[in-house]
């Protein structure tokens, strides 16, 4: 256990060394990897979206390729397709981008529907299908995506399905006023990103991805996820609430976020911390609602408020 928390804070700090005075969303970030899910990173432009998903890329011994989203990009662009070799007289299957360990979908709302599902196989199964013969994605395999919110004009937006293949979607923010003089000062001469050195290998990640499934966590707090995500689908301002694939989301990363700090089994105060993170992406809000202003945030904290934590 001793050498997992070493192996994870390593990793943390690494990260720390690009994306500065973040470590809640860092350790957000290193908790997605560790239950082998997706990310989606939405924020504002120049906040280090693209840099996040670099970074952590950059701190692991691992294949990493990006694709900039377009409307002319297509599926077989992302997956891959079989060409005729005229030598052989046979179809050869040329891989696509995604045939990689951690995949960067760079402003994925750019492209079209069509294309955007060609991401859903290959994140729910890990396999892509073309021709009728199906190929499997590595063992250690992320989708890491990014997308501007307040951009609409040649957008389209990412439909449930494909919103809840996500395990997490999360925000960076701002940086502090100190925060930001510091950013300024590292990279005065050269972007740390360039000097930024792995410190795991993939069969490391893939001890880690283990090692979470041995974190306990006890039928009270199992209980107490489901009473959250039951009560996102009985909220008056919901019009869809959190699918059994959130409350399966809520108990990976409860086991992840304990085993990132230090702790031995999972205890109420993390799941509330990993609700938002979760969930935000998986619910939808009446119109009307929306129309008044609630958000989706508002809503959770509602939740966390109103359900009862076990003692």
Known sequence: MQNVQRNLAALADNIEKVIVGKRDVVELACVTLLCRGHLLIED?????????????????????????????????DITGVSIFNQKT?????????VFTNILLADEINRTTPRTQSSLLECMEEYQVTVDGTTHRLPQAFM????????????????PE??????????????????????????QAKEHPIHSLASVASEADVVALQEAVKGVHIGSAVKRYIVEITDATRK???????????????????????????????VEPTVIKQIVKPVLSHR??????????????EQVLDDVINTVSVPV
């Open 44 to 76: 504002m432009p120049g906040l280090g979206k693209t840099m996040l998903a670099r970074a952590l890329a950059g701190s692991l011994a691992l294949r990493f390729k990006r694709v900039q989203f377009t409307p002319d990009l297509l599926p077989s």
């Open 89 to 97: 007289a046979e179809f050869e299957f040329k891989p696509g981008p």
């Open 235 to 265: 909220h008056p301002h919901l019009m869809l609430g959190a699918s059994p694939r959130g409350s399966l989301g809520l108990m990976r990363a409860g086991q992840a976020m304990a085993l990132v700090k230090g702790m031995q089994f």
């Open 161 to 186: 399905a494909q919103l809840d293949r996500f395990f997490m979607r999360i925000k960076i923010g701002y940086p502090a006023p100190d925060q930001e003089v510091m950013i300024m000062e590292m």
């Open 283 to 296: 619910i939808i809000i009446k119109p009307q609602s929306r129309l008044g202003g609630v958000t989706a």
């Open 143 to 158: 989708v890491i995506a990014t997308q501007n919110p307040i951009e609409l004009q040649g957008t389209f937006p990412l």
